[in-house]
T-cell receptor, first 116, second 110 residues
Framework: EAGVVQSPRYKIIEKKQPVAFWCNPI?????LYWYRQNLGQGPELLIR????????DSQLPKDRFSAERLKGVDSTLKIQPAELGDSAVYLC??????????????FGEGSRLTVL | KQEVTQIPAALSVPEGENLVLNCSFT??????LQWFRQDPGKGLTSLLL?????REQTSGRLNASLDKSSGRSTLYIAASQPGDSATYLCAVLWGNKLVFGAGTILRVKS
């Protein structure tokens, strides 16, 4: 069974440019998460979806970040415009539980963003 | 504030040693606790998931324990191998909120 797939693996852009990351969760997993991981730190949640609904986006910087999961499967995370401080690894994860309880999380390999 | 702390931040041991990684959390009302492994440049791989009603979980050479009353979990690795070298992260679920520690960087020397 395929795991969580993310693309691109690496992205280098200049500040003020836009960037987008794509995630395909494990088949049948209706909960999808986007995390940001800075160097030497643990991941921090940006947004959590249950099916196509964003149920927790309290940590998403909404002035420049946006996300969508239109059909409740794939998801896209966008940053526009990017800032130097956005350099990090963006991780997507999925799990099979909904209704307020997180089951075991499975992560993709991440998208490493460098903003110059 | 619900926080997760991992000690030590880094650990270097010779091959074959048994070792313990520590995770502490500030609020004992957890739903579950999960240990992950992260190799350089890679995503996180789930190792063990302990529900709040459980005391420990085992998988191969790995054993994770949970003591909610003291706010602690330990990950025990038996007979360490160079292939165990990675960053180990602890994550605690409070309600819908999953909070990660900063991780312990483990190096097993051959």
């Amino acid at each position: 069974e395929a795991g969580v797939v993310q693309s691109p693996r690496y992205k280098i852009i200049e500040k003020k440019q836009p960037v987008a990351f794509w995630c395909n969760p494990i088949s049948g997993h209706n909960t999808l998460y986007w995390y940001r991981q800075n160097l030497g730190q643990g991941p921090e949640l940006l947004i959590r979806y249950e099916n196509e609904e964003a149920v927790d986006d309290s940590q998403l910087p909404k002035d420049r970040f946006s996300a969508e999961r239109l059909k409740g499967v794939d998801s896209t995370l966008k940053i526009q415009p990017a800032e130097l401080g956005d350099s990090a690894v963006y991780l997507c994860a999925s799990s099979s539980k909904t209704g307020g309880a997180t089951g075991e999380l499975f992560f993709g390999e991440g998208s490493r963003l460098t903003v110059l | 504030k619900q926080e997760v702390t991992q000690i030590p931040a880094a650990l270097s041991v010779p091959e074959g040693e048994n070792l313990v990684l520590n995770c502490s959390f500030t609020d004992s009302a957890i739903y579950n606790l999960q240990w992950f492994r992260q190799d350089p440049g890679k995503g996180l791989t789930s190792l063990l998931l302990i529900q709040s009603s459980q005391r420990e979980q085992t998988s191969g050479r790995l054993n994770a324990s949970l003591d909610k009353s003291s706010g602690r979990s330990t990950l025990y690795i038996a007979a360490s191998q160079p292939g165990d070298s990675a960053t180990y992260l602890c994550a605690v679920l409070w309600g819908n909120k999953l909070v990660f520690g900063a991780g312990t960087i483990l190096r097993v020397k051959s």
